[in-house]
């Protein structure tokens, strides 16, 4: 077996920074700063309402390695295995939060201006750009102990800035990829738009062995500047034995929208946090997630509809089907700020149980503090409906098939939101494989 | 042999006894209209037929081409050639029409085999024409905010696209204009023939008129109690189920 990446040796997580990493010096210096906060910060346990129901026993991060190889095996597996979107503007696949692919954007969108490369050559080649928006928002939602971590530890991922008018048609696709029995990857997205800029991006969260146990530790910086467009989705597709958190801050300027969708589809437990602060007047903001939870999986959201400026709007929509002895964790908080008067705030969490073994347990809140607020908020459970299961049968298509189909009828709800076919059926196949398997 | 025979059946549901003892025979390539007041219990009958887990027959037995219905699930018996069109079809969120009708041609494949996806689209679109709907309806989810008669219409056209040996269809023609009512006359009327045999539930005389029936049953709580060849529904209409159940001296048929 031939090496083709050299990192530093696989180390325990908790054994401490190693010191070989090239990255600038600032950088490095926030990273020890980063490192002392994590250790300095407590581990959560369920008595945090941010971490209330979590099974915060699966934390423990004794038995995970930083850094280690990838053969040139594994990475050809990888790469044949990254395949996404037929059509995309950019793509750029990683493998144990190395770099080993990347497909460039056309010159055309280079030269206007867009920016598409890895998250350490930005820190040297834009590092104005970087610095004001690299994770300049605290981990308000419960996991500021793990942004801290991330940020430790992070050694790479991807920088995409769309400068003022540029409209990219094509998604960017990004592949994260956790390989070797007890790896870990800190992914990272720092997503820059402009004025009036338009961008959508795909990440894909993979793992090369469907069996082994993993930690991803990932952090989402999306900015949408005034007018701009972007939509963010990510497809949470790791092995059965992982163990993630994801951190994703969206932050809208006047008259921008950013939509996202989180798929979530593998993992043993993916926790996922989402805020959306809404700073611009006239600014939107959907929330959107699709989880297919079976077995013992367990998927823990918790989110922030932060309206800072009046005449805003975010609409939240989760839909959970959930199996076997699953568990589903919802928390969610629309909160109006005092002068974000005239706001539109909607949430809502649909889970279907096919068990009932299966837990769904939801969290909504409201906190208003303006006038001429228009908000709902709403949490319900339910099974299939049992004339819906007739209707199918009488058609002849077996209960199997049945359940199959209404399932997915039901989480299309949200993918159809997303309103981009390509990306929709890529969603849709995804959940169809997970049925099949 | 080439029917459906429907003997001495009774229903019951939540202890109450509904369909009291009904006998009936359809023979393939006939149509029979099903006539009824209201919570006669022609709907009870037809849900049974499909299988609906919430009835229990109590006694009697239904034969297709011989073959014991009540065993079979209802899945089974809709792949073996039964179909019905519900009064008040379910809606299903999410699920287009194409993808539906697709896993159910799909499940009366053998295993292994699969379904071609132009010849499938083909004769889709051939029988969305035939009932004067649009293609782009097979993209909506299955009833979803569909209109009474858009319901209608769209069970027709899964009767058509299933091509089943029998037909129970409940109250199709309630809630369709004039011209609907014709469009899916039209479409029923296109399926008649030799292999298939329809039982057609209705209120009204005038769908008999588009959709000429071998023979009209008159059901009165939970029994037939008249048969006759097409005029019995003209009769009826003059005369109403007052003088169709008076005149009935035992549960007959044909
Ligand atoms: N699931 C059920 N639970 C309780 N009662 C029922 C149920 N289904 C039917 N019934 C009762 O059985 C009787 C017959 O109902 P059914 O729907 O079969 O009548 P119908 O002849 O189809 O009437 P209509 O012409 O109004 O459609 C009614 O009194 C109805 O209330
Ligand atoms: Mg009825």
Redesign the interface.
Known sequence: MSLVIHQEEAAPILSGLAELRELPEWFRDRQRAAWKQFESLPNPTRKDQTWRFSNVGLLDLAKFKVGGTLTEEERDAILERSRGLDEVAGRMVFAGDQLIERDVISDQLKKRGVIFQSLERAMVEHADLFRKHFMSQPATLGSARFAALHQALVSSGTFLYVPHGVEIELPVEIFHWLNGENASVFPHLLLVTDELAKVTVIEHFCSLDPQSPGFACGVNDLVAGPGAKVTYVCAQNWAENVVALQMNTTTVDHDASAMSLNLHIGSRYSRFESLSRLSGEGGRSDLLAVAVAKHQQEFDARTLQDHISPHTASDLLYKNALDDRARTIFGGLIRVEPHAHFTDAYQKVRNLLLSDDAEANSMPGLEILADNVRCTHGATSGQI????L??????????K??QR??V??????AI?RLNHPAISSHLQRLIEEKFAA | MKELNIENLRIAVDGQEIVRGLTLRVPRGEVHALMGPNGSGKSTLAKVLAGHPDYHVTAGKVLMDGENLLELEPDERARRGLFMAFQYPSEIPGVTIANFLRAAMQSRLPEGEELEATDYYAKLYEKIELLGMDRSFTSRAVNEGFSGGEKKRTEILQLAMLEPKYAVLDETDSGLDIDALKTVAHGVNSLRGPDLGILLITHYQRLLNYIIPDHVHVMVAGRIVRSGRKELALELEERGYDWARDGAIEPAFR
Do not use: C, M
């Not at chain 1, 409906?385 to 819906?388: A, L, P, R, S």
């Not at chain 1, 997915?408 to 709800?413: A, H, S, V």
């Open positions: 409906d049992e004339d819906e007739f209707y199918l049968h009488a058609r002849g298509i077996p209960t098939i049945a189909l209404i997915t009828g039901f989480l299309d709800e159809q």
